[in-house]
């Protein structure tokens, strides 16, 4: 129920390309879908996140399209560049908790 | 966004000893704050809540007597690793939520020797 399953584990793109990541849960009670980005050694630092009363949000080249009756969201990365390269976390939380349920990640690796 | 600072960024200490992390939230107030523990490339997995005036409260499987963690102030969170042993190294990183969103700390390296 708590768990938030996220695939690829990794994923290689080349530079101007789309880069893809998805992620599935089971508990309806989410209703708080962010995705992080994780450079190695540093913290987690939020990219975007969406509620489930929309089915898409953009920011810049990122987009996440959410698909409630699937119970299923994902990040699309456009124009994908090399400094994308990084791991990435979907997470998922309920109600005013704030705490949050992450997905295994997904390391991008966006070549030149 | 918000910001946290966490300190320190990186500690080696040596097995039996006890390390000290510092979680501050720099420019708001925080009644709780969470701390996650992240083994290399593996996900954060949430270890506990830290409430400002009361007691932590710890996921289950997680030691309460050996990851002692105090909310001193509405800006400053501590997780005490007590008798640290080798399988205790780990990257620690703590969050502050502020309305509906999560502030990451750099986080801090624990190599335990």
């Known amino acids: 129920q708590q768990q938030v399953k996220q695939s690829p584990q990794s994923l290689i793109v080349q530079k101007g390309g789309i880069s893809i990541i998805n992620c599935a849960y089971e508990?309806?009670?989410?209703?708080?879908f962010p995705w992080y980005q994780q450079f190695p050694g540093k913290g987690p630092a939020l990219l975007i996140a969406?509620?489930?009363?929309?089915s898409e949000k953009k920011e810049g080249r990122f987009t996440i399209s959410f698909n409630k009756s699937a119970k299923q969201f994902s990040l699309h990365i456009m124009d994908s560049q090399p400094g994308d390269s990084a791991t990435y976390f979907c997470?998922?939380?309920?109600?005013?908790?704030?705490?949050?349920?992450f997905g295994k990640g997904t390391k991008l690796t966006v070549n030149p | 966004g918000a910001v946290v600072s966490q300190h320190p960024s990186w500690v080696i200490c040596k097995s039996g000893t006890s390390v000290k992390i510092e979680c501050r939230s720099l420019?708001?107030?925080?009644?709780?704050m969470f701390w996650y523990r992240q083994f290399p490339k593996q996900s954060l997995m949430l270890m506990a809540t830290?409430?400002?005036?009361?007691?932590?409260?710890?996921e289950q499987g997680v030691e309460k007597d050996k990851f002692l963690i105090n909310h001193a102030s509405l800006t400053l969170s501590t997780l005490t690793v007590t008798s640290a042993h080798p399988e205790d190294s780990s990257f620690y990183i703590c969050?502050?939520?502020?309305?509906?969103?999560?502030?990451f700390g750099q986080g801090t390296r624990l190599t335990v020797v």
């Open positions: 969050s502050v939520p502020l309305r509906t969103e999560a502030f």
């Open positions: 508990n309806t009670a989410f209703d708080y």
């Open positions: 969406i509620r489930p009363d929309v």
């Open positions: 997470a998922a939380s309920w109600g005013r908790s704030e705490k949050l349920v």
């Open positions: 420019d708001f107030q925080a009644t709780t």
């Open positions: 830290s409430n400002e005036g009361s007691k932590a409260t710890y």
